[in-house]
Nanobody
């Protein structure tokens, strides 16, 4: 499975960005697509995920739902992360990841940089 992210950028606090991730290759095995963030000098952390069959979503924190929305386009094996009201703490490299059924995320994209200026 190959994953390619796009949509990152450099924005002001309060702005919005929409990240996209397209999967290719042996996509039939993908059960979940997720987003992770790695801030400078910190470990990569989970942000949100969605199942490709039922569209069930999971967010790292309930409060994140107020600003972030994860969605998918099944036919294209594409997942989006709509990020609104961005904060400087949202800065980092955002990675897309894929997981098979009952498995951890084990396929990763190259990441896309998001920088939020205060």
């Amino acid at each position: 499975v190959q994953l390619v992210e796009s949509g990152g950028g450099r924005v002001q606090a309060g702005d919005s960005l929409r990240l996209s991730c397209s999967a290719s290759g042996y996509t039939v095995v993908i059960h979940r697509l997720g987003w992770f963030r790695q801030a400078p000098g910190k470990k990569r952390v989970f942000v949100a995920s969605i199942t490709m069959d039922e569209g069930r979503t999971v967010y790292a924190e309930e409060s994140l739902k107020e600003r972030f929305t994860v969605s998918r386009v099944n036919a294209q094996y594409t997942v989006h992360l709509q990020m609104n009201s961005l904060k400087p703490d949202d800065t980092g490299v955002y990675y897309c990841a894929a997981a098979a059924v009952s498995a951890d995320f084990d396929s990763w994209g190259q990441g896309t940089q998001v920088t939020v200026l205060s």
